[in-house]
Structure formats: structure tokens, C-alpha cells
């Protein structure tokens, strides 16, 4: 295919039209520095932070936005429905040192919803344009959008949130092809994606159903400035990478069964390794330097990995062979040395090889 420039977001350039799309209480900052490590990345996107907790400085909010040096460029996705506080959210981001600021105008979930926050913004064009140019007005790093098709398929609104947004300041869109309502059921519409990206003068990514490389590279033929992958990447940490091999002209990588189980154990060590410093500030806190770490600190921290391993491989383990054996395995793991070891002995090149399998099924 003809050569594709990455995009620019503002005054932001990609160093790749592939971006690894937020999906809540999975892409964590511990797993997009992995992905990142792989290649092919241009942007990641944080989880969904709620503006309100933000802005109130509440601790487990501002964990949600965490992000490293490595990561970057990195966009801070934040949801809400006030535009006042969207924009006092929106510096809380940029004084983090976020490189772009995102609103999220896509998620179905009703308790998100119900409080005029998340898809239910589509429902609202102009409300969504006065976040947007508060926003926008408030701070020097671009705004973005993530949005759906619309509602419902009665009320497809994104071309005119997509027109709204632009006037209002938005520096770029990115639009999932299926309704609110959808869900993840049924197809992305990416001729509806295209027909919007090719009415607004603003760059335009396109999300839904990239599971494989090749359906990554496909999506740039339809006039979109990049594409969103979500559950693809959870599925296939290599994926951009490869999809920019094959944008490149290159045969993709070839991902074998060991680096598959090092993921893995690269996933747990830095997961740990965060948490270490999380609790290096409780233990700097603490009257004596000589106060250990309570034990059950430490134990509800190894179960926190081991539930997060769990949910990674609910997703990581689909079309591999062998993958819902894993996931029965994983789901059972009663320690991190437990874990470990299941995930040595499947990955291992004497082991299970791990392949995954022709059209992603299962086994």
C-alpha cells in the first residue's frame, strides 16, 4: 500500500498511526510500557479517570492516570459532564505533564451514562461541544475525543458531535464503529467511520474489530489518520508492531512461544515493582524506619497481581491453542509462585507451544 505519514494530534506527532485504545482495568501503565516495548506503538491512552476525582486530588483516581516517561506521547483520557469541570480536569492532566488530554464521549456502561458522562454525550451535541471548548480554552495541550457512532441506530449523531467538537477546539477524533447500544455486539461500521473522518478537516482514528495485523493496515485504506486497537492488543501485545511491518513492506514478526510466556512474567514483575513503590511511600511515611510493610499488605498486593494476571488472560489467552486450558489454569493459581510456574511450564519450549490458532479460535 501507498506509504502512510503518522499523524499529528495538535502540535503532537505519532511516530505511528497505531495507538493502544483505553479499555478500563486493563490497560494499565504497566501494560502499555510492555506493548510500547514491542514496536509499532504511536500513542497510548490511559484507562478512563473520572474528572470529579481529579480534581478533588482523590488518590485511587489519580492512580488510574499514572504514566512513565516511557510511554509517551500519552494521552490522559478523562470522563465527565460538566464543562467547568472538565476543564479544571483538563489542568490537573496538563500539569501532570500529559502530552494530550482525551474525553471520553464513548463508553456505554450505564453507571457512566446515567450521569450525562460518557456515551450519553452523543445524545447532547452542543452540551458536548461547551465541554470541549472549555477544554480547550483552558489548557495549551490538545483535546481530543472518543466517540461512538451514536446512541442508538435512530440517533447516529457523530457527524455532528464530530463537526461540533472540531469548531469547539478538538484536536482530533476517534470514533468506535458500533452504537452505545451495540455495545461490542454485532460489526464496526467503518464505511460509517470513513464517511465521518471524510467530512471533518481534523485527523480521524478508527476503532472496532482489529483483532489480526493485517485488519489493522486494511482500516488506513478508508481515509482514517490512524487506528484504535483495544481487545486486538490484549489478545496479541505484538500486534501494532506487526501491522507496522506490514505497512512497511516487511513480512510481520513472528511471536514465539517463549516471548509469549515472558510477556507474562514481565507483566507480573512490573505490576510488583509499581506496587514496591507504592509501598516504599507508606513505609517513608510511617513514624520508624525500622516499621515493616504489614504482612497483609503485602498479601493483598500478590493477590492484586494474580487477579490481574487473571483478567489480562481472559483476554491473552484467546486463539491460542491450548488457550482455555490456560485460563482454567490461571484462574486456579493460588500465589504468584503458583502462577509463575503455570505460566513457565505452558510457554516453555518443551511444553506446550502456545501457537495461536487460524481465525483466533479457541482450540
Same mark, same amino acid.
Given at each position: 500500500?501507498?506509504?502512510v505519514q503518522p499523524?499529528?494530534?495538535?502540535t @503532537?506527532?505519532l ?8 479499555m ?14 514491542q514496536g509499532?506503538?504511536?500513542l497510548? $491512552?490511559?484507562?478512563m ?7 478533588? =486530588?482523590?488518590g485511587?483516581?489519580?492512580?488510574y ?12 483520557q ?5 464543562p467547568e469541570?472538565m476543564?479544571? #480536569?483538563a489542568? @490537573?492532566?496538563?500539569?501532570? *505533564?500529559?502530552?494530550?488530554?482525551? $474525553?471520553n464521549?464513548g463508553c456505554p456502561?450505564?453507571?457512566?451514562? !446515567?450521569?450525562h458522562? *460518557?456515551c450519553s454525550?452523543?445524545?447532547?451535541p452542543?452540551?458536548a +461541544?461547551a465541554?470541549?471548548?472549555?477544554? +480547550?480554552k483552558? $489548557?495549551r495541550i490538545?483535546v481530543?475525543v !472518543?466517540m461512538? !457512532?451514536g446512541w442508538d441506530?435512530t440517533d447516529l449523531?457523530a ?5 461540533r467538537?472540531?469548531d +469547539?477546539?478538538a ?8 452504537t452505545?447500544?451495540?455495545s ?6 467503518w464505511?460509517?467511520v470513513?464517511? @465521518?473522518?471524510?467530512a471533518v478537516?481534523?485527523p ?6 482489529c483483532?489480526?495485523?493485517?485488519q ?9 489518520s =490512524? @487506528?484504535f486497537? *483495544?481487545r486486538?492488543? /490484549?489478545?496479541n501485545?505484538?500486534i501494532?508492531a506487526? #501491522?507496522?511491518?506490514l505497512?512497511e513492506g ?5 511471536v514465539?512461544s517463549q516471548?509469549r510466556g515472558?510477556?507474562? /512474567?514481565d507483566?507480573i514483575?512490573l505490576? /510488583?515493582?509499581d506496587q514496591s513503590?507504592? #509501598?516504599d =511511600? ?8 525500622a516499621v #515493616?510493610?504489614?504482612? +497483609?499488605?503485602?498479601?493483598?498486593r500478590?493477590?492484586?497481581?494474580v ?5 489480562l488472560?481472559?483476554?491473552y489467552?484467546?486463539g491460542?491453542? *491450548?488457550?482455555?486450558? /490456560?485460563r482454567t ?7 504468584l509462585?503458583h502462577?509463575?510456574a503455570i505460566?513457565d ?8 507451544d =502456545?501457537?495461536?490458532?487460524p481465525g483466533?479460535?479457541d482450540e
Amino acid at each position: 500500500m501507498e506509504t502512510v505519514q503518522p499523524p499529528a494530534i495538535g502540535t @503532537v506527532s505519532l511516530p505511528s498511526p497505531f495507538v493502544v485504545s483505553p479499555m478500563a482495568g486493563m490497560t494499565d501503565t504497566a501494560f502499555r510500557r510492555l506493548v510500547k516495548r514491542q514496536g509499532g506503538c504511536g500513542l497510548v $491512552v490511559s484507562e478512563m479517570v473520572s474528572s470529579e476525582g481529579l480534581v478533588r =486530588g482523590i488518590g485511587r483516581t489519580l492512580e488510574y492516570a499514572e504514566y512513565t516517561e516511557e510511554e509517551r506521547p500519552v494521552s490522559i483520557q478523562i470522563f465527565g459532564g460538566d464543562p467547568e469541570r472538565m476543564a479544571e #480536569a483538563a489542568r @490537573v492532566v496538563e500539569g501532570m *505533564g500529559a502530552d494530550i488530554v482525551d $474525553v471520553n464521549m464513548g463508553c456505554p456502561v450505564p453507571k457512566i451514562a !446515567k450521569h450525562h458522562a *460518557g456515551c450519553s454525550l452523543m445524545r447532547e451535541p452542543r452540551h458536548a +461541544a461547551a465541554i470541549i471548548e472549555a477544554m +480547550a480554552k483552558a $489548557v495549551r495541550i490538545p483535546v481530543t475525543v !472518543k466517540m461512538r !457512532k451514536g446512541w442508538d441506530e435512530t440517533d447516529l449523531t457523530a457527524p455532528e458531535v464530530a463537526r461540533r467538537v472540531q469548531d +469547539a477546539g478538538a484536536a482530533a477524533i476517534a470514533i468506535h464503529g458500533r452504537t452505545a447500544k451495540q455495545s461490542y455486539t454485532g460489526q464496526a461500521d467503518w464505511d460509517f467511520v470513513s464517511a @465521518v473522518a471524510a467530512a471533518v478537516q481534523i485527523p480521524v482514528f478508527g476503532s472496532g474489530d482489529c483483532i489480526e495485523p493485517e485488519q489493522v493496515v486494511e482500516r488506513l485504506k478508508g481515509g482514517v489518520s =490512524g @487506528v484504535f486497537v *483495544g481487545r486486538g492488543v /490484549l489478545r496479541n501485545p505484538w500486534i501494532l508492531a506487526q #501491522a507496522r511491518d506490514l505497512l512497511e513492506g516487511r513480512v510481520p514478526r513472528v511471536v514465539t512461544s517463549q516471548e509469549r510466556g515472558e510477556f507474562l /512474567l514481565d507483566y507480573i514483575d512490573l505490576l /510488583l515493582h509499581d506496587q514496591s513503590q507504592e #509501598a516504599d =511511600g507508606f513505609r517513608h511515611q510511617a513514624p520508624s524506619a525500622a516499621v #515493616a510493610e504489614p504482612p +497483609a499488605r503485602v498479601l493483598g498486593r500478590e493477590r492484586w497481581v494474580v487477579n490481574k494476571v487473571r483478567a489480562l488472560c481472559s483476554w491473552y489467552t484467546k486463539g491460542l491453542d *491450548g488457550g482455555s486450558h /490456560l485460563r482454567t489454569r490461571v484462574n486456579a493459581a493460588e500465589s504468584l509462585t503458583h502462577l509463575r510456574a503455570i505460566i513457565d511450564e505452558f510457554f516453555s519450549e518443551d511444553g506446550h507451544d =502456545g501457537r495461536r490458532m487460524p481465525g483466533g479460535a479457541d482450540e
